[in-house]
């Protein structure tokens, strides 16, 4: 099957999607789309994804798959190895909330129509917008960091020594905070689970500076 | 197995994990929390959920199961009847992909901590968090509109004739808008869909008004 990726190098949701993609060895077309430029907004793509949103996957039917995370567990269904939930309910439950403590908490108020209109409507300055966007990282990263440092489920990765969906949620936030500059020291068992991933070539290939649309 | 539901009655996602008990057919001991008086900060709260956010699904055995999300898949795999998602992966990944949209789209800025932050930080007044919050609605219930009225999947409900995941994120989310009188007559099909869902009892009696918490 040829998979078609339509999405942005910097793109948080494109990230977890490209990495998952990777984990699961499928080849794809990498096409690019500038967001600043509205290209997210013509009829044509709106046609593929009703929110103007990426990433969306596009099937070699024509069929137009969006949600980063649906995808991903549709994903997970259709070429189940390497499998990127573990195989057990409780198992599954954890990475599901670890993976939408970042999903559900953190990058829906700190992408860029979220900072623009803080900008627009509450005159929220760089500085301003650099604090809204630290305090929600924050808040949930430090209580991602006590469910990953006091679990005796959490190995070498999110969840045991196979990385899953926990960690391409984790892996694309991190990229993602580097937007502000956000250190990790605060929280030592993501920083040392970021650094185990970023030296997995499934992961360094999602990495937003190693896209083709990074150059630009 | 008995399960206790820690929650709150006009909090969104437990009015999702609500319904989605009920639709399970599975009995729960409601324990109700009153979020502005702190009492999901506890020390004993945090260590249940170390986001100190609601709900949390305790098991009999103890284990405390975070995330609404993440809870209601575990619930699917766990009893899987009457299900909650279609059984076809493209159709799977339609449902999650609306619930989705609702999810990471619209209630993460639109819950309380983020209108108290703009409140606190950005001066922004009860008119200007009543514009913020109808602003996110609808951006995603367009969309979300759109989805659903020009999707041959779409039945009585958001997929087909069987409610499900989706139909609780907006069941929920609906019952959300409430707090800044937000009308449907903009969305019809929305609309449509959530009448036929508030004529079902396990979604009725989900709705935050018939919590044994909501007279306080």
Redesign the interface.
């Known amino acids: 099957m040829t998979l078609k990726l339509h999405n942005f190098f910097r793109s948080s949701t494109s990230t977890r999607l490209r990495a998952a993609l990777n984990l699961k060895g499928l080849d794809y077309e990498y096409v690019a789309y500038v967001l600043r430029d509205g290209e997210t907004k013509t009829p044509e793509y709106l046609a593929r994804n009703?929110?103007?949103l990426v990433p969306t996957l596009e099937l070699e039917d024509g069929?137009n798959?969006?949600?980063s995370?649906?995808?991903i567990?549709?994903l997970e269904?259709?070429y189940p190895e390497p499998a990127l939930l573990p195989a057990d309910?409780?198992g599954?439950?954890?990475v599901?909330?670890l993976?939408?403590?970042i999903?559900?908490?953190i990058?829906?108020?700190n992408n860029l129509r979220?900072l623009f209109?803080?900008r627009d409507?509450?005159?929220?300055d760089e500085a301003?917008q650099a604090?809204?966007f630290t305090?929600w990282v924050t808040l949930?990263f430090d209580?991602?960091e006590?469910?990953l440092a006091?679990s005796p489920d959490t190995g070498r990765y999110c969840h045991g020594d196979v990385p899953g969906l926990a960690d391409v949620c984790l892996y694309a936030q991190v990229w993602n905070n580097k937007r502000f500059d956000i250190a990790l020291d605060r929280w030592p068992t993501i920083a040392r689970i970021f650094g185990e991933l970023d030296a997995l070539p499934a992961f360094r290939d999602a990495a937003p500076p190693n896209q083709p649309d990074a150059a630009a």
Do not use: S
Request: proline share 6%; with cysteine; glycine share 6%.
């Open positions: 009703p929110q103007g069929t798959l969006g949600q995370l649906a995808i567990e549709w269904e259709t309910p409780l599954r439950a954890r599901r909330a993976a939408y403590m999903a559900c908490e990058h829906p108020l979220v209109y803080a409507k509450f005159g929220a301003a604090a809204w305090h949930t209580a991602l006590t469910a006091t």
